[in-house]
């Protein structure tokens, strides 16, 4: 039997977190080949995992709220959501 294709698998975790694969933690910014005995051609398999870019909230400039006010607030937002 020719493979011509190993499996990857690819996971993306919150910084600070970390991916479990076969009872192995693996951090964000790893790539790892586990072997997998057993297995006729998918012995190998590549996994790769990296992190969510983290999340920055722009607000606009200082602004006066009196107790008991409210105030909708623009909210600029970059990165990637985890979800």
Request: glycine share 6%.
């Amino acid at each position: 039997m020719v493979c011509t294709v190993l499996p990857t698998v690819q996971a993306q975790v919150c910084p600070g977190q970390f991916f479990a694969f076969r009872n192995t933690a693996l951090l964000p910014d790893t790539t790892v080949v586990f072997y997998l005995p057993g297995m006729p051609c998918d012995s190998l398999v590549t996994v790769v995992v990296s992190a969510f870019s983290p999340v920055a909230v722009s607000l606009p400039a200082d602004t006066v709220l009196f107790t008991g006010g409210s105030l909708a607030l623009p909210a600029e937002v970059t990165g990637a959501s985890p979800w």
